[in-house]
C-alpha cells in the first residue's frame, strides 16, 4: 500500500516536469563590444568592434514563471581606435559560459522573458592589428591578457513558437590586462543581439 501510494506522488510529481520539458536550441548574432579602460589619464576613446557571436543553450525549468538558461557561446570581442593616421584593432574571441536565471511571461501566442546571471569567458585567442597608410601589422597579444575574464550579463527577449529573439549586455568584471605596474584596469562590454531556434 505505501509502495503504491509513493509511485502515484511520484507519477504526480513528475507531470509538471515532464510538460514543461527541457529546453535545448541554437543561436547567432552579432556582437558590439568594447573596452573600458579605468584609471587612466585621459582614457582614450574607443570604437566598438562589431563580430559575431554564435552558440547553443538549453531551457531547463525550475517553476511555472522560473527557468535556468545555462550557454555556450563563441563570442568576439575587442575594440577599435584611431590614433594620428593609424587605425588600430584589439580582437579577443572567448568561448563564453553564462548560466542565466530565465523569468518569462506568456500573452497570446508570444511568450516574454528576462535573464540574468554570471556568466565566464575563457580566452580562446588575442591579436592586435595596426594599419598605417599602406602597412598593416598583426601581434598576437594573448601573452599579455589573462585566460579568464568573469562579468554578468542581463537582458530579454521575446518568443515566437520555436522562435527565439534576444538581446543582452554583458558587463566584464575582470582586468584582463595582465600588466600590474600601472593603476590601468581594462574590462570588456557587449552588446548581443541574437535570434535562436528552440527545438
Do not use: H
Not at 23 to 36: C, P, S
Not at 63 to 91: C, F, H, N, T
Not at 171 to 198: C, P
Amino acid at each position: 500500500m505505501r509502495v503504491g501510494a509513493l509511485l502515484g506522488l511520484a507519477g504526480l510529481c513528475s507531470v509538471p516536469a515532464s510538460g514543461q520539458g527541457l529546453g535545448l536550441g541554437a543561436k547567432a548574432g552579432v556582437n558590439i563590444a568594447t573596452e573600458r579602460f579605468e584609471g587612466a589619464d585621459g582614457s582614450p576613446s574607443l570604437d566598438p568592434r562589431i563580430g559575431a557571436v554564435v552558440g547553443v543553450f538549453a531551457i531547463v525549468p525550475l517553476l511555472s514563471w522560473l527557468d535556468l538558461q545555462p550557454e555556450a557561446l563563441y563570442a568576439m570581442k575587442g575594440a577599435r581606435i584611431d590614433l594620428q593616421g593609424a587605425r588600430s584593432s584589439v580582437w579577443i574571441d572567448y568561448l563564453e559560459v553564462p548560466v542565466l536565471a530565465r523569468i518569462s511571461r506568456k500573452r497570446g501566442t508570444i511568450r516574454y522573458f528576462v535573464v540574468a546571471g554570471p556568466s565566464i569567458g575563457v580566452r580562446l585567442r588575442a591579436r592586435s592589428r595596426t594599419k598605417f597608410r599602406d602597412s598593416i601589422e598583426e601581434v598576437d597579444i594573448g601573452d599579455d591578457l589573462e585566460r579568464l575574464d568573469a562579468g554578468m550579463a542581463a537582458g530579454g527577449g521575446v518568443e515566437l513558437g520555436s522562435i527565439m529573439l534576444d538581446a543582452r549586455y554583458t558587463l566584464g568584471f575582470t582586468d584582463i590586462d595582465k600588466d600590474t605596474t600601472d593603476d590601468v584596469k581594462v574590462t570588456n562590454r557587449a552588446l548581443s543581439i541574437t535570434a535562436g531556434f528552440r527545438f
